[in-house]
C-alpha cells in the first residue's frame, strides 16, 4: 500500500497534531455548557438556550459523513484544512455576536467545520499506523476526549470566572492554526487516484428534515402553536423529506448511510442504543449547569465541577470496558452500563434545589460510567462484526448516531423545558415569559430580582428541569430495553 513516499511523515508530531486538532472539536461541545449561563444572562434569549447546541451539532452531524468521502477523494490534509478553517472563522465569530441568533447562525458555521475534524483525524491516525498500533493509539485518541470532556467544563468556568465568555471561542484559534501546523509540515500523503461518489443528494435531503424537525420541536409551542396549520405542515415535510431521504440512500451508488450493514442485529441495537445514549449526555451537559446555577445559586466554576464528574466516570469506565470485554463479552458489558445510566437519571430525578452540588456531581459521575461502558462496547463490537473494508462507515454510521441523538436530544429536552416553564407560569398566573429564566443564571443578575420573583422562577425552573430529568431517564429505560436485545456471546475478534 504504501508508496515510496519522497519525504518521511513524521508520526508522532503528525498524531500529535491530530490530537490537538481533534481536542479543540471535542472541547468546543463541552467549553460552551459551563459558559452557557453567562451567555444567556448577557444576550438574552433563554428560550433559544437549546439552539446553541442543536445548531453546531446538527452541522457537525450531517457534515461528518460526507467529508470522510472527500478526504478519500482529494486527500486528507487539503479537506482538514478547509474544515478546521471554517472551524476557527466560526469561532471567531462566536465571540462577536451581540444577540442569541447571531451565536446560533454563528455556531452553525463553526460545527459545518468542525464535521472535518473527528473523522478525518481518526483517517489519517489509520493510514500511518499499522493495525497491530492502532488499538494502543485508538486508546491515545479516546483520552482526547476524556481530557477535553475533564477539562471543558473547568477551563469554560475558569474563563467565565476572570476573563470574559467571549474566550471561550477564542481559545480555539491559537490552537486550531497549531494543529493545522503540524498536519501540513510533518505529513507527507502519498498522490493516490480514487474515484469515490458523493451523496450531495442524501446529505441536502437529511440536512434539511432534519432541521425542519428540530425546528418544529424546539419552537413549537412558542414561535407557534403546536396544534396550528404551520405545525402541522412542519411535521408532515419534515418526515416526508426524511423518508425520502432513507428512499434516496437505498438507491443511491456511495450512500452516505450505508443501509445494508444495519441487517446486522448487533449494528442495529448498537446504533439504536448509541441514538438514546447521546441523547442522555446531551440533556446533562446543556441542563446540569443552568440547574446548578440557577437553582442551587453555584457560581459557574461549581457548575463546571459537577459536569466534569461524569466526564472523570466515562474514561475510567471506558479503560476498564477493554479488559471486561474479552471476558464477559459485549452484553455483559453493555448491560452494566445500561443499568449505570439508570441509576444516574433515577438520581437526577430525585435531586432537589437544596440537594447541593455534591449530589449532582455523583448523578453524573453514573451517567458517565453508563457512557463509558456502553460506546466503548459498541465501538469494539461494531468494528468487529463488519469486514474491514466496511470498518470505516460502520464506525463513521455509529459516531453518526450518537451525534443524531445529541442533536435530538437538545431539541426534545429544549422542548421539554420550554413547554413546562409556559405551563408552570400559566397555571400559577404568573406573568412572566421563558426568557426570565436568564436572571436567575448570574449572580450579579440574581441580585436585581425581587425576591418573591426570584423564588417563584426558580420554583418554575426547578419544576421544568425535573421534566427534562424525567426525560433523561426514560432515554436511560430505553437504552437498557434495547440493550436486551443485543446477541449475547462473547465476540470473536478476527485478527486483521
Avoid at 478553517?85 to 462566536?94: E, M
Avoid at 449547569?289 to 459536569?307: C, Y
Amino acid at each position: 500500500m504504501h508508496m515510496n513516499i519522497h519525504k518521511k511523515t513524521n508520526r508522532p508530531l503528525v498524531l500529535i497534531s491530530v490530537m490537538l486538532a481533534m481536542f479543540v472539536g471535542a472541547v468546543e461541545a463541552t467549553i460552551v455548557s459551563t459558559a452557557m449561563p453567562a451567555i444567556a444572562a448577557e444576550l438574552g434569549g433563554f428560550s433559544r438556550y437549546s439552539w446553541i447546541f442543536s445548531s453546531y451539532l446538527l452541522m457537525s452531524t450531517v457534515t461528518v459523513l460526507i467529508y470522510g468521502k472527500l478526504a478519500d477523494l482529494f486527500g486528507r490534509k487539503p479537506i482538514l484544512f478547509i474544515g478546521i478553517s471554517i472551524f476557527l472563522i466560526g469561532s471567531v465569530l462566536c465571540g462577536f455576536a451581540l444577540t442569541m441568533e447571531q451565536l446560533i447562525i454563528y455556531r452553525l458555521i463553526q460545527g459545518l467545520g468542525a464535521g472535518a475534524v473527528m473523522p478525518i483525524a481518526t483517517t489519517i491516525v489509520g493510514d500511518i499506523y499499522t493495525t497491530k498500533e492502532r488499538a494502543k493509539i485508538q486508546g491515545y485518541l479516546s483520552s482526547v476526549w476524556g481530557v477535553s470532556a475533564v477539562s471543558g467544563p473547568v477551563i469554560g468556568g475558569l474563563i467565565v470566572q476572570y476573563m470574559d465568555w467571549k474566550y471561550v471561542f477564542w481559545v480555539n484559534v491559537p490552537l486550531g492554526i497549531l494543529a493545522m501546523a503540524g498536519v501540513f509540515f510533518f505529513l507527507h500523503e502519498p498522490v493516490i487516484e480514487r474515484k469515490v461518489a458523493i451523496d450531495f443528494k442524501g446529505a441536502a435531503l437529511l440536512a434539511t428534515s432534519l432541521s425542519i424537525i428540530l425546528f418544529w420541536l424546539v419552537e413549537g409551542g412558542q414561535a407557534f402553536d403546536r396544534t396550528s396549520l404551520l405545525s402541522l405542515s412542519l411535521v408532515v415535510f419534515g418526515v416526508g423529506l426524511f423518508t425520502f431521504f432513507i428512499m434516496t440512500e437505498r438507491k443511491a451508488a456511495d450512500p452516505m448511510m450505508p443501509f445494508a450493514i444495519w441487517k446486522n442485529p448487533v449494528i442495529l441495537y448498537a446504533n439504536l442504543v448509541s441514538l438514546t445514549t447521546g441523547g442522555i449526555i446531551i440533556g446533562v451537559s446543556s441542563y446540569l449547569p443552568t440547574f446548578v446555577t440557577g437553582v442551587m445559586e453555584q457560581p459557574a466554576i461549581i457548575a463546571g465541577f459537577t459536569l466534569t464528574a461524569m466526564s472523570i466516570g466515562w474514561p475510567i469506565a471506558s479503560s476498564v470496558a477493554g479488559h471486561l470485554l474479552i471476558k464477559f463479552g459485549t452484553f455483559k458489558v453493555s448491560f452494566a452500563g445500561g443499568l449505570s445510566l439508570i441509576l444516574g437519571g433515577t438520581l437526577f430525578v430525585l435531586m432537589t434545589g437544596g440537594s447541593g452540588p455534591l449530589w449532582a456531581a455523583i448523578s453524573s459521575f453514573f451517567i458517565g460510567v453508563g457512557m463509558g461502558l456502553t460506546s466503548t462496547a459498541f465501538i469494539v463490537t461494531i468494528q468487529g462484526a463488519v469486514s474491514r473494508e466496511q470498518r470505516g462507515s460502520a464506525t463513521a454510521a455509529n459516531m453518526f448516531m450518537r451525534n443524531f441523538g445529541n442533536t435530538v436530544g437538545a431539541a426534545v429536552f429544549g422542548a421539554v423545558l420550554n413547554g413546562s416553564l409556559l405551563a408552570i407560569f400559566k397555571k400559577k398566573e404568573l406573568d412572566y415569559e421563558v426568557n426570565d429564566i436568564n436572571l436567575l443564571l448570574t449572580e450579579e443578575s440574581r441580585s436585581t430580582l425581587p425576591l418573591v420573583k426570584m423564588e417563584e422562577l426558580q420554583h418554575a425552573l426547578d419544576g421544568s428541569l425535573q421534566w427534562v430529568y424525567i426525560a433523561v431517564l426514560l432515554f436511560a429505560v430505553i437504552s437498557l430495553l434495547l440493550i436486551l436485545r443485543i446477541p449475547r456471546g462473547v465476540v470473536q475478534y478476527d485478527d486483521n
